[in-house]
Structure formats: structure tokens, C-alpha cells
């Protein structure tokens, strides 16, 4: 199976950029790069998701390296909101779609 | 428009009884796929269902089964149920493939087997 690996956790001052590395080197070249985070005691909720290219959006950015085996989420400046468990998901077809969750980094935002 | 909901919140139950849990997607959402969450394993996927059919499983003993129902809302059942199988149970549900849509995720049931 298809597997994610992330740092455990991260550190961030508030109103600064925030690089998330994930790392997926048996990503096959169908499968989608989604960026899910999770508050305490909430569901996940979507962030951004790629295939190939670069994508941006309101919460974000992500960067796929170009052999795809990893990618970064990017949080331009990060607000003790932003402070949860961020997940890089792969979308795995296999018949149907599955979804690989990696581990998780915890985010910790300081003021 | 209403979020995912799922029922019942939080329950109680012993081992060797079984659970259904019900999750109702947002209105329109045709996908819905189950997670267990737990703090050894994180987020496992259990299966996804889009129009009555289930089109993906995870490993998962067959004691872990679901079904959706015509109008998108599923639940999931587990029987047998043991110790391990304490966790969030999550359900997400997208428009109508869950490969490129977005995928919402509901609050969660939290169950406690004892």
C-alpha cells in the first residue's frame, strides 16, 4: 500500500510561513495529493489537494516535487488558529478510491 | 447548508455486543466513506459507498460492515465488538467522487467498548 511519512510535529511563531513536508515515494501516477488538518475535537477538514502542478488556494499552497515523491504545504502565515494536526493524504485507486492517511504532523503556532 | 451529522455522538457499550453507527451526508453528496480513528493507529480508512454500492474497502475484519441507503445516508455496523475496537468513528461524504472532490468529514461518534 501506498504510505505517507511526515514529521511528528512542527513549530511556527505566529505571522510567519510555514513549510509542511510530506513525503510519499511509492505514490503511484494516478494517485492525488490531498492536505486534510484536524482541530482538537473536530473532524478533519479539507486544505488543498494536487496531482502534478503547484496549486493555491484561500488556506494555502501546495508544492509537488516534480518526480512526486514529495510534497509541502505551505501556510503563508500561520494564525494560532492554524494550530492542529495536518494530514498529507494520498488517493489511491484501486477499483474504487481509498484513502491513506500518514501519521500527522502537529502543528504548535506561539504568539 | 447542513454539514455531515453523524449519530449517536458518543456510546457505550460492552464487549461481544454490536453497534450501528448512522451518518447522513450533506444533502446532494452521493459518496460517503468511513474512518476509525484511533491514538495507535491514527486515521484508517474502513470503506467508502456511493450509490448503494460499496466501492472500496480497507483491512478490516468482516466484523466491520455498512450500507448506504437511497438517499446517500449510511451507517456502518460492527459485531462482536471488542476492546480495540474503542475509537472516532468518522464519516465523510463527497458530491460525487471521492477521488477528486472534496470530502467532508463529520463530528465523529466516539465509542467506548468496556
Known amino acids: 500500500d501506498a504510505k505517507t511519512t511526515q514529521p511528528n510535529s512542527m513549530e511556527s511563531n505566529e505571522e510567519e510561513p510555514v513549510h509542511l513536508p510530506c513525503n510519499h515515494s511509492?505514490?503511484?501516477?494516478?494517485?492525488?495529493i490531498h492536505w486534510y488538518r484536524q482541530l482538537p475535537s473536530q473532524g478533519p477538514e479539507y486544505v488543498i489537494h494536487?496531482?502534478?502542478s503547484n496549486v493555491n488556494n484561500r488556506m494555502a499552497s501546495l508544492a509537488i516535487a516534480e518526480d512526486r515523491k514529495s510534497s509541502t504545504l505551505i501556510l503563508h502565515r500561520a494564525t494560532l488558529r492554524d494550530a492542529a494536526v495536518y494530514y498529507c493524504?494520498?488517493?489511491?485507486?484501486?477499483?474504487?478510491?481509498?484513502?491513506?492517511f500518514g501519521a500527522g504532523t502537529r502543528l504548535f503556532v506561539k504568539a | 447548508k447542513a454539514g455531515v451529522t453523524q449519530t449517536p455522538r458518543y456510546l457505550i457499550k460492552t464487549r461481544g455486543q454490536q453497534v450501528t453507527l448512522s451518518c447522513s451526508p450533506i444533502?446532494?453528496?452521493?459518496?460517503v466513506s468511513w474512518y476509525q480513528q484511533t491514538p495507535g493507529q491514527g486515521l484508517q480508512f474502513l470503506f467508502e459507498?456511493?450509490?448503494?454500492?460499496?466501492?472500496n474497502k480497507g483491512n478490516f475484519p468482516g466484523r466491520f460492515s455498512g450500507r448506504q441507503f437511497s438517499n446517500s445516508r449510511s451507517e456502518m455496523n460492527v459485531s462482536t465488538l471488542e476492546l480495540g475496537d474503542s475509537a472516532l468513528y468518522l464519516c465523510?461524504?463527497?458530491?460525487?467522487?471521492?477521488?477528486?472532490?472534496?470530502?467532508?468529514f463529520g463530528p465523529g461518534t466516539r465509542l467506548l467498548v468496556l
Open positions: 459507498y456511493f450509490s448503494e454500492t460499496q466501492r
Open positions: 493524504i494520498l488517493r489511491v485507486y484501486t477499483g474504487g478510491f481509498k484513502t491513506i
Open positions: 465523510a461524504s463527497s458530491w460525487a467522487r471521492g477521488d477528486l472532490e472534496t470530502q467532508y
Open positions: 494536487g496531482l502534478t
Open positions: 511509492t505514490i503511484s501516477g494516478t494517485d492525488y
Open positions: 444533502s446532494g453528496h452521493r459518496s
